[in-house]
């Protein structure tokens, strides 16, 4: 399948901005079950300081503001080829090691009602298989938290959002995150697209989660939907949660108010011969 993705990030102050430095995760990676055919990221009012890959093996640009900007634009657009392999992505690459996707985050730190909640899942155990018991793990997730728009927020911890019972994909991973890691997964958060089945524009992009099982490497899970990524998915940057691998993240000098908004379309096209 190939999936063409318009993203589009505007930025409007309502006094002029004197600096601004943002990291952009935008630009898909190349990895089992997806490859980049093109990809494209302009900036307006703004220009490219640096671009490399992380320790997550993300591609990361870093974009300074002009100086006195009221609206930044950042414009991201390409295709990408995608194949369902079953949410399996492959043995584990990156400088990171291993070990490293067990550490708590402040958004992934266990409290009591998720140290009580893992009391409570009726534990398969892997000797029948890591699979069927992380799959056990996600419906657990999904009974325990309702999927609900506009009740929690971007700095919204697993914690919080179990004990508020309702929450978005970004809550369901990082609570799945924080109870894979509490049974011994290496676990981390994965930022991307989705194409919908009942429309191509979205207010946001998706994010669901990843753990290394042994013999099998690393595996996605989407919680919010039930079912592990297939070849609507395009994956395109990881971190240990939702803040290392979010899109846009940086830092602004300036007294006035911010406004963004965002527009995204993810669509099916036909490959040229």
């Known amino acids: 399948m190939r999936l063409h993705i318009v993203h589009r990030t ?17 630009i898909p990676k190349d990895s089992a079950g997806q490859r980049v055919v093109r990809w494209k990221t302009e900036v307006e009012g703004g220009s490219k300081q640096v671009e490399y890959i992380d320790h997550h093996n993300n591609h990361v640009e870093l974009f300074s503001f002009n100086p006195d900007q009221h ?20 043995q584990h690459g990156g400088s990171a090691p291993l070990w490293y996707f067990r550490r708590d985050t402040p ?16 534990d398969p155990g892997a000797a029948n298989g890591d699979a069927p018991r992380l799959h056990a793990l996600s419906e657990l997730v999904r009974g325990a938290v309702a999927y609900e728009v506009g009740q929690t927020g971007a700095t919204t911890t697993a914690e919080e959002a179990l004990n508020a019972g309702h929450g978005v994909c970004q809550d369901h991973a990082h609570l799945f995150i924080t109870l894979a890691r509490l049974l011994g997964y290496p676990a981390r958060y994965v930022s991307g697209y989705l194409l919908m089945n009942d429309r191509t524009e979205q207010d946001a992009g998706h994010g669901w989660a990843e753990v290394h ?19 609507r998915y395009v994956r395109v940057a990881t971190g240990l949660d939702y803040r290392e691998a979010a899109p846009i993240g940086g830092i602004t000098f300036g007294k006035g108010n911010e406004a963004m908004i965002v527009t995204l379309t993810v669509q099916q096209v036909q490959a040229q011969q």
């Not at 730190?109 to 009726?122: N, S, V, Y």
């Not at 099982?213 to 070849?231: C, H, K, M, R, T």
């Open 71 to 90: 609206e930044v634009v950042i414009h991201c657009e390409g295709e990408v080829e995608t194949s369902d392999h079953a949410g399996m992505v492959g």
């Open 107 to 122: 958004f992934t730190r266990p409290g009591p009602a998720i140290r009580k909640l893992l009391r409570q899942f009726d």
């Open 213 to 231: 099982a042994q013999g099998l490497g690393w595996v996605g899970f989407d919680i919010s939907n039930g079912y592990s990524p297939d070849e």
């Open 10 to 26: 505007s930025y409007h102050y309502d006094t002029p901005m004197p600096y601004a430095l943002q990291r952009l995760r935008m």
